[in-house]
């Protein structure tokens, strides 16, 4: 299992990943179009935050991790929030999770954030 960041083209599969997280959620209806319009934004912007997928050892994206920074007024600097992380149910307990947190730490300590 390895992690990188995401890239325009696994905006597809991102947004399936994130379907199979909304449907968790009883009071939410997920959108493709608005998935896929955040996703773009962030992937967009070099300061608002970045996505992280994990692959298999076939290269099939099988979870993801978004962060997202801002200015902290509590901690009077940079910090990253995770918003969404989901596993596809076929890659679970092995080992997918874990990698994408470690990725998201290392992501946001390399960016200065806390």
Known sequence: MKTRLANSADVPAIV??????FEQEADFTPSREAQTNGLRLILSSLHSGKLIVAEDENGSIVGMVSLHYMPSTSMGEWVAVLEDMIVSISARRQGAGKVLIDAAKSAAEDDRCR
């Open 16 to 21: 399936e990943l994130l379907n199979l997280l």
